[in-house]
């Protein structure tokens, strides 16, 4: 497509207006993700043990650790980062009628899954009709592990109100959000735009 193309259709992962069904920005930070993942994946087992996260050396609690920090331990079994990756690329595989190698090792299963949708993301952003899933999934599995790692706290989240009153949460990197009372769909701008929701008494 012209690079002087109109934007005349709204993107398939952030809803913003692109010349492409997924404009540049979201491509490529789909292919960080990718990038990033079996990197994360390997700097995840020195976050195993609790209160060693970080880079200072400084322990992040003064009581009694756990055995092991099970969010990475989640992140580093089957279905964790594993799960992630690996049903979406083996979801493309099945759609393409290729073959599913068999790994014997997590790593790598990680590290094929990440490399084969990398290769093949001009069409999955151009065909996959689960785009926005695909990238809503990478980014928050992406951001867990960085989390533990770094021991980052999750980003805050605020309450905003859908047209229809209910209450949505969100945060300032949401890539986009459907309202599960009347089902539509919110991108990045349009969400952060939302009128704050009214607070509760306790």
């Not at 092991?68 to 089957?78: F, K």
């Not at 999955?124 to 533990?148: F, K, S």
């Not at 209910?166 to 952060?192: F, K, N």
Request: aromatic share 4%; proline share 6%; net charge neutral.
């Amino acid at each position: 497509m012209r690079d002087d193309a109109p934007e005349s259709q709204p993107c398939a992962v952030c809803d913003r207006p692109a010349r492409e069904r997924v404009h540049r920005g979201c491509r490529e930070r789909v292919d960080a993700y990718l990038r990033e993942l079996p990197k994360l994946y390997r700097q995840l087992g020195a976050a195993l043990t609790p209160g060693r996260r970080g880079g200072d050396g400084r322990s992040a609690t003064r009581t009694a650790p756990l055995p092991c920090n099970e969010t990475a331990l989640d992140l580093l079994g089957r279905g964790g980062i594993e799960g992630v990756v690996g049903g979406w690329a083996r979801d493309l595989c099945e759609r393409e009628e290729w073959d599913v190698p068999q790994f014997g090792t997590i790593v790598a299963t990680v590290d094929w899954a990440c490399g084969i949708l990398g290769l093949n993301l001009a069409m999955i952003c151009d065909e996959h009709p689960a785009i926005r899933e695909m990238a809503d999934e990478l980014r928050q599995t992406v951001g867990q592990a960085r989390r533990i790692i770094t021991g980052e706290k999750p980003p805050r989240r605020i309450g905003v109100s859908c047209a229809c009153g209910h209450t949505l949460r969100v945060t300032l990197d949401t890539a986009g959000v459907r309202c599960p009372a009347c089902s539509t769909q919110y991108g990045h701008s349009e969400a952060l735009r939302l009128p704050l929701a009214e607070r509760r008494a306790a």
